[in-house]
């Protein structure tokens, strides 16, 4: 069975820091790129960042550059998104993704290319 557990979410300060978690399991972690889309209430969905299977390129939105770091760590089949100076606007739900090898999806904010989710973990920041 396939399985993206995202964890990490919660509740923070304006200009704190979070750690998101993706452990991936059921498919075989080197051939899939593995990112993070979020959605804010009455927003659309939006790609963050993505880590490639193929060469470890990463992508960053433009919203978040500068402030998340994404890795991998292939022995734990774990991908973590390490998200600082946050901001209330990064308040989303946050959904880890396997995305093909190049992280289409997420670059191009298609959910439908994704190949396949996880369930979602809040993060609130708090002004």
């Known amino acids: 069975e396939v399985q993206l557990q995202a964890s990490g979410g919660g509740l923070v300060q304006a200009g704190g820091s979070l750690r998101l978690s993706c452990a991936a399991s059921?498919?075989?972690?080197?051939?899939?790129?593995i990112g993070w889309f979020r959605q804010a209430p009455g927003k659309e969905r939006e790609g963050v960042s993505c880590?490639?299977?193929?060469?470890?390129?990463?992508y960053y939105a433009d919203s978040v550059k500068g402030r998340f770091t994404i890795s991998s760590d292939n022995a734990k089949n774990t991908v973590y998104l390490q998200m600082n100076s946050l901001k209330p606007d990064d308040t989303a739900v946050y959904y880890c993704?396997?995305?093909?090898?190049?992280?289409?999806?997420?670059?191009?904010?298609?959910?439908?290319?994704?190949?396949?989710w996880g369930k979602g973990t809040l993060v609130t920041v708090s002004s």
């Open positions: 059921g498919f075989t972690f080197d051939d899939y790129a």
């Open positions: 993704a396997a995305d093909g090898t190049e992280c289409i999806g997420i670059v191009t904010g298609l959910g439908s290319l994704v190949d396949y």
């Open positions: 880590i490639s299977s193929s060469d470890g390129s990463t």
